[in-house]
Nanobody, 126 residues
Framework: QVQLVESGGDLVQAGGSLRLSCAASGRTFSTYAVGWFRQAPGTEREFVAAISWSGLSTRYADAVNGRFTVSRDTAKNTLYLQMNSLKPEDTAVYYC???????????????????WGQGTQVTVSS
């Protein structure tokens, strides 16, 4: 079992930055690829970023590539998402996730996730 708890969501102006954290517990966390999804009202939950269990591989959605950076601290069992140059369209609930995030050649879907956090709200004002 893996438990995930996000923090760091906030209201920020367009162009600003924010860092999300995800504290993980459970013996198998270090063996999972982990990442972030987001969901805006009335939309499907969509992939944002992922990092492999080793930390050596990352992947990003086209919409955030170059602006967001995903990282993990295995010693602290914590996942991070550094978000820069935020846009109003980044407004969503952001979810930490653990699962098979690197097998698919296309953006991972929510169906490959084994564990979810409860979500943290990010709001970007224009």
């Amino acid at each position: 079992q893996v438990q995930l708890v996000e923090s760091g969501g906030d209201l920020v102006q367009a162009g600003g930055s924010l860092r999300l954290s995800c504290a993980a517990s459970g013996r198998t966390f270090s063996t999972y690829a982990v990442g972030w999804f987001r969901q805006a009202p009335g939309t499907e939950r969509e992939f944002v970023a992922a990092i492999s269990w080793s930390g050596l591989s990352t992947r990003y959605a086209d919409a955030v590539n170059g602006r967001f950076t995903v990282s993990r601290d295995t010693a602290k069992n914590t996942l991070y998402l550094q978000m820069n140059s935020l846009k109003p369209e980044d407004t969503a609930v952001y979810y930490c996730a653990a699962g098979d995030l690197f097998s698919s050649g296309s953006a991972p879907s929510a169906s490959v996730i084994d564990y979810w956090g409860q979500g943290t709200q990010v709001t970007v004002s224009s």
